[in-house]
């Protein structure tokens, strides 16, 4: 009687085939990761591939290509990653595409786990706090679901140009308070939804990253969508993001989703700056009591957590509703207010970190 067995089930005498090629190759991307990591990036004192500077490295016989993520003033990198791979006795040859945004020194992105925790406020409020060191600051708004961005600069009703530069085509930033902006609420008509699907997306959003006239800046800031889609992903895969603030309000719900956003970043090399805890609590305007509405502890709970910095406690405060509604950011307009000051001890933080013009680094001291 014939022996009938499941195509599903392997006989015991099934081996598993084995490419040699596929063995080769794969030790020579783990040899070329290696060199690559011994190639530091000294403002941040860390090397490229823990920064995420690193993306789509192929090895194809003895050939090594990658894309380098960096700023106007780390080209110098793609020598000495040519240098360190040229040391591999078997790599022929090292293809570096330098992907940047022309006149862009730092790239950050700002993010939230989920809608409604105050993303977009922060990022507005830490342009402005950038901008008060003396820092040259642009500010994308990237947040397709809810771009908010021009009204808290003041700027709902502007229209986008394009203008003709040596690179071709360029949308014209807008300006508001000294901050150049470009937002994708500026495209849609007034009061319209934003109803995009993922090849328009794509498009769109690459667009906003290799087609804008920045020119020079010291910090470009991208408010991101919440979560952790697809429009965020392509944001971060598109552009030489070196670092990501995220933010988070007290409850355990919002700390939840911050938690899933981080591992994100961090599965695709980005590096996590901190995290910033917005409506952090009420200062009472009769006695100065504070007073946590929505709980406590959550922002350092996490920033233990995860081994996160928590750059900043934001408080509750009517001034700040006013001046988003009015397009006149609190840090230009009060630079005494509690938010104020949290976010001027953020930007110096950052200029520290990222800045290497002494003149922003002796104010932020």
């Known amino acids: 009687m014939p022996s009938h067995q499941s195509p599903f089930v392997k006989s015991s005498d099934d081996t598993p085939d084995v490419e040699p090629a596929d063995l080769v190759l794969e030790e020579r991307?783990?040899?070329?990761?290696?060199?690559?990591?011994?190639?530091?990036?000294?403002?941040?004192?860390?090397?490229?591939?823990e920064?995420?500077?690193?993306?789509?490295?192929?090895?194809?016989?003895?050939?090594?290509?990658?894309?380098?993520?960096?700023?106007?003033?780390?080209?110098?990198?793609?020598?000495?990653?040519?240098?360190?791979?040229?040391?591999?006795?078997?790599?022929?040859?090292?293809?570096?595409?330098?992907?940047?945004?022309?006149?862009v020194r730092t790239t950050l992105a700002i993010s939230s786990g989920k809608g409604g925790v105050g993303k977009s406020t922060t990022a507005v409020n830490l342009a402005a706090a950038l901008k008060r060191t003396g820092a040259s600051v642009g500010l994308l708004d990237a947040d397709i679901y809810g771009p908010n961005v021009p009204q808290m600069l003041g700027l709902a009703h502007s229209a986008v140009e394009v203008i003709e530069t040596d690179a071709g085509e360029r949308f014209q930033p807008l300006e508001a308070h000294g901050i150049k902006v470009m937002s994708v609420g500026l495209l849609a008509a007034p009061e319209h939804p934003l109803a995009w699907r993922g090849p328009v997306l794509h498009k769109i959003i690459t667009q906003f990253i290799q087609e804008v006239a920045w020119g020079e800046l010291d910090y470009l800031l991208i408010d991101?969508?919440?979560?952790?889609?697809?429009?965020?992903?392509?944001?971060?895969?598109?552009?030489?993001?070196?670092?990501?603030?995220?933010?988070?309000?007290?409850?355990?719900?919002?700390?939840?989703?911050?938690?899933?956003?981080?591992?994100?970043?961090?599965?695709?090399?980005?590096?996590?700056?901190?995290?910033?805890?917005?409506?952090?609590?009420?200062?009472?305007?009769?006695?100065?009591n504070r007073t946590s509405i929505f709980g406590s502890g959550g922002g350092e709970q996490m920033a233990?957590?995860?081994?996160?910095?928590?750059?900043?406690?934001?408080?509750?405060?009517?001034?700040?509703?006013?001046?988003?509604?009015?397009?006149?950011?609190?840090?230009?307009?009060?630079?005494?207010a509690q938010l104020s000051i949290v976010f001027e001890a953020?930007?110096?933080?950052?200029?520290?970190t990222f800045c290497s013009n002494p003149r922003l680094v002796s104010q932020s001291l």
């Open 346 to 352: 953020i930007a110096q933080g950052l200029n520290n």
């Open 224 to 288: 991101l969508p919440p979560g952790t889609g697809d429009a965020q992903i392509t944001i971060i895969q598109e552009s030489p993001i070196c670092g990501v603030v995220m933010v988070t309000t007290p409850q355990q719900v919002a700390v939840s989703d911050v938690r899933r956003s981080i591992h994100m970043f961090r599965q695709v090399g980005v590096p996590v700056l901190g995290l910033v805890e917005n409506m952090s609590y009420l200062i009472c305007e009769c006695c100065g």
């Open 51 to 103: 920064l995420g500077m690193v993306r789509n490295l192929r090895v194809v016989d003895s050939y090594v290509y990658l894309r380098l993520y960096v700023g106007v003033h780390q080209l110098s990198l793609k020598e000495q990653v040519q240098t360190a791979l040229g040391a591999l006795k078997w790599c022929k040859k090292a293809y570096v595409e330098i992907c940047t945004i022309p006149g």
């Open 29 to 49: 991307k783990q040899a070329a990761v290696y060199c690559l990591k011994q190639v530091n990036e000294p403002t941040l004192r860390s090397n490229i591939v």
């Open 304 to 336: 233990q957590e995860l081994a996160v910095p928590l750059l900043g406690e934001v408080p509750i405060d009517s001034k700040i509703c006013h001046g988003s509604d009015t397009g006149q950011p609190l840090p230009l307009r009060d630079e005494t």
